[in-house]
């Protein structure tokens, strides 16, 4: 409500419902000085700010644009860098924030070409399945480019930037990859915009497995997570209750059996989560394009359930660790 009424307000400032919806003038204009979406002007004068060659130049500019917000260095600095990096796929991306830990670790990445470094983008992190891509090019099963395959269309069709780890070790659910996620997702945030409030995980199979193991050590900071033909570990109840939950499975999964992941399905539909179970018949283990299609119906429009307010909250905000000021 108050973010319908904030739009209206932009168009028609006088509009008496949307005004008492949003409790008076003083509450838009504070609101219209914290996000940049309520702004299209400022919003503008940041995107020519940017493109200035001088950092110098940048933050004197920054300091006249920001007025009762401040546009804190870094977060403008990260703004400038992120307008020059490369669009589109880019594969077996170098790990450089803690590569210390993880020698030869690798991510693919999928950014939209309409990317604008002064608008937040929502971010998805997908575990591909099976095993792990070796840095010394050995036979395994798994990696970061066969999550892509599945989940790229959906998120060029969405607006989404898309990451897909390759895990350092087999099988996912371990400490080791779960910091290694951590890890990518930190030097992400890093170098693009990225909208904290919608940010979303999803595995297919042992990624899967992986995403289950990732969300019940911090399911809150997710606005969904998304599990298809993987099995459902004793804590799939306590996520349900911390964020979105979305579970896929193959009617003729010949690999995880369907009878319990629909057990739990139904368990869960009966409960007051926020929940979408999809089931699909004649299909075997995989990711049918079907379930793709419902995964992102269902995440696109979810934000994380302890956001305070209906807008935007940018990653570039927040202060630059050590690590990241050393690695970036």
Known sequence: IQRAAAEVLRIDATNAEALKAIKGVQKFEALRRTHLELDPARRQALRTLIRLESGQARKAAAAELSGATSLTAHYVERMAS??????????????????????????????????????????????????????????????????????????????????????????????????FVERVIEQVLARWNIDLERIHLVGQGGGGDGVWHIASRGADRFASVGVGAAGTPKAYTAIASRTALWMYHGAEDEMVPVAPVRKAAER??????????????????????????????????RRRRKAKLAFTRSGFEKEPTKAEIKAL
């Open 268 to 301: 869960l539909l009966k409960s007051k989560a926020d929940f979408v179970y999809c089931e699909l018949p004649d299909e075997r283990h995989g990711f049918a394009p079907a379930a793709e299609k419902d995964w992102f119906h269902f995440a696109t429009p």
């Open 82 to 179: 992120s307008l020059h990096r490369d669009r589109g796929l880019v594969s077996e991306v170098p790990l450089e924030l803690g590569a210390e830990s993880f020698p030869g670790a690798t991510y693919d990445r999928f950014v939209p070409a309409d990317y604008d470094p002064v608008v937040p983008r929502p971010l998805m992190i997908a575990l591909h399945g099976g095993g792990i891509r070796n840095a010394k090019g050995t036979p395994v099963v798994g990696s970061g480019r066969d999550a892509m395959a599945l989940f790229r269309p959906g998120a060029e069709r969405h607006g989404f930037i898309l990451i897909a780890p390759s895990a350092v070790e087999a099988p996912w659910p371990t400490a080791r990859n779960e910091d």
